[in-house]
């Protein structure tokens, strides 16, 4: 199953030139996270990153689907609406941001797991330690 990048991609290139300027005017205009400097030159990879990295993959497509509607592009925002749907579903859907998790937290498994012994390596470092399978760093 595709990605959420992938799905909104897909998605914005099935409009047309004039649309996807449109619809880079909701964004910019309804979204406070996105300013109209970013989106001047905004691509669909730039339009579509920019979203997920602003609002977390679930809610860039919740964005997305109602600024098609906003478009009457209906069918359209219907699609990806269903394909988000039928991926969440299956759970398999691979988002650059576990679904649920704040957007603005770091993807560093480490980070909150720091470890004094092995310069916040974490709890596998410790582990693998524990085993004998690691020397201590001197």
Do not use: Y
């Amino acid at each position: 199953m595709a990605s959420v990048k992938e799905m909104l991609k897909n998605s914005l290139m099935d409009l047309v030139k004039a649309e996807l300027k449109e619809f880079r005017w909701h964004l910019e205009n309804d979204h406070e996270c996105i300013s109209n400097s970013e989106m001047e030159e905004a691509d669909i990879f730039d339009t579509v990153n920019k979203m997920v990295r602003c609002f977390g993959p679930d809610e860039a497509v919740k964005i997305a689907v109602d600024m098609l509607r906003k478009m009457n592009q209906n069918n359209l925002a219907e699609q990806l609406e269903n394909k988000h749907k039928q991926a969440q579903a299956e759970g398999n859907m691979k988002t650059s941001v576990p679904v649920g998790a704040d957007s603005k937290q770091s993807l560093d498994p480490f980070q909150n797991n720091r470890s004094p012994e092995w310069g916040g390596l974490g709890p596998i470092a410790n582990r693998l330690w524990g085993a004998g399978h690691m020397m201590p760093l001197i």
